[in-house]
């Protein structure tokens, strides 16, 4: 069964830090690129960042650039996003994607993606 699996969220202070993580079961990642997005209350999913499968191209979301790293270690099969200094507007539910091929960029959309985890809830409150 192929499936991906999210973590590492949970409530932080504003100025904080969290890491999550990603790792699939059932299939490698090393020909996927893999795609952070995130949901809010009330919003629709957005894209935060996303690696391609070789990890030479990035990209991160005007809103999270210079807070955010994306990594990923293909000999684990996992992938990471390390987010710093959040805010209260990082709230929602983070879910990683992974889309066959090896493009990254900022038009890579919920809807490219063939393969979704469940979400971790990051809560960035005081």
């Known amino acids: 069964q192929l499936q991906l699996v999210a973590s590492g969220g949970g409530l932080v202070q504003p100025g904080g830090s969290l890491r999550l993580s990603c790792v699939a079961s059932g299939f490698t990642l090393d020909y996927y690129a893999i795609g952070w997005f995130r949901q809010a209350p009330g919003k629709e999913r957005e894209g935060v960042s996303c690696?391609?499968?070789?990890?030479?191209?990035?990209y991160l979301a005007d809103s999270v650039q210079g807070r955010f790293t994306i990594s990923r270690d293909n000999a684990k099969n996992m992938a990471y996003l390390q987010m710093s200094n959040l805010k209260p507007e990082d709230t929602g539910v983070y879910y990683c994607?992974?889309?066959?091929?090896?493009?990254?960029?900022?038009?890579?959309?919920?809807?490219?993606?063939?393969?979704w985890g469940k979400g971790t809830l990051v809560s960035v409150s005081s």
């Open positions: 994607a992974a889309d066959r091929g090896n493009y990254c960029g900022p038009d890579l959309g919920p809807g490219d993606m063939g393969y």
């Open positions: 690696i391609n499968s070789s990890g030479g191209a990035t």
